[in-house]
């Protein structure tokens, strides 16, 4: 028995040497430890870092401020030195016939001089001064006013205002504007002393004391 024993042994040994070993682990390309870990760690950084990216492109667009193409679009305005020029002539030809006593035809210039600039407050103080003289009060009144909104200091406008008032019997309003210009520029008493527009203002004290004089 222990001959035969051993001979079946001996035999089973020799079979079990021909069958492949499945066991046996694969024998391709074996990565080192480290190498994939490393590469991950690569991967994350990278996905970290085009995260960012897109956020922050995200949020600098949207705290921009879109400007419409027909905005930026639209050209540069600057004033043309030919329109100051002509408004000039037109001032001085309106001028001219303020001092002829041609009132409409020296009205029609200057607001042709202001059409080209409407900024000019010396054009717009001598037509409410010749619509005043045309006993066109409402509109005297809406050019002075218009002067000082341009100037605020411009003492003919406020002096004029302060006649204006005075022809319409306005005396309080007068003499506020007329004090104003007095403060403005001192050599207003001597206008006011000579001018028969203010003589609706001649009998009030304050007036009296305005200007310096007595009764």
């Given amino acids: 028995m222990s001959y035969i024993h051993e001979a079946l042994r001996k035999a089973q040994k020799e079979k079990d040497s021909r069958r492949p070993d499945h066991r046996k682990p694969f024998s391709g390309t074996v990565r080192k430890r480290g190498v994939s870990s490393g590469r991950s760690k690569w991967m994350i950084a990278l996905g970290v870092i085009l995260l960012a990216f897109t956020l922050y492109s995200w949020l600098d667009f949207n705290g921009k401020k879109a400007v419409p193409a027909s905005e930026s679009a639209k050209p540069t305005v600057h004033p043309d030195p030919t329109d100051s020029a002509r408004a000039e002539e037109f001032y001085q030809r309106a001028s001219l016939l303020h001092r002829s006593g041609r009132l409409e035809d020296a009205k029609g210039f200057y607001k042709k001089a202001l059409m080209l600039d409407s900024n000019s407050v010396k054009a717009l103080n001598d037509l409410g001064v010749v619509c005043m003289q045309g006993r066109d ?61 203010l003589r609706n203002l001649k009998g009030q004290p304050e007036f009296q004391e305005l200007i310096g004089t007595t009764r």
């Fill in 137 to 197: 009060y409402a509109e005297a009144q809406e050019s002075f006013e218009h002067a000082i909104q341009r100037e605020p200091d411009y003492v003919d406008a406020y002096y004029n205002l302060a006649c204006l008032y005075a022809l319409k019997g306005e005396k309080i309003r007068g003499l506020t504007n007329l004090k104003k210009a007095i403060s403005l520029d001192s050599s207003v008493r001597e206008w006011a002393r000579k001018d028969r527009d």
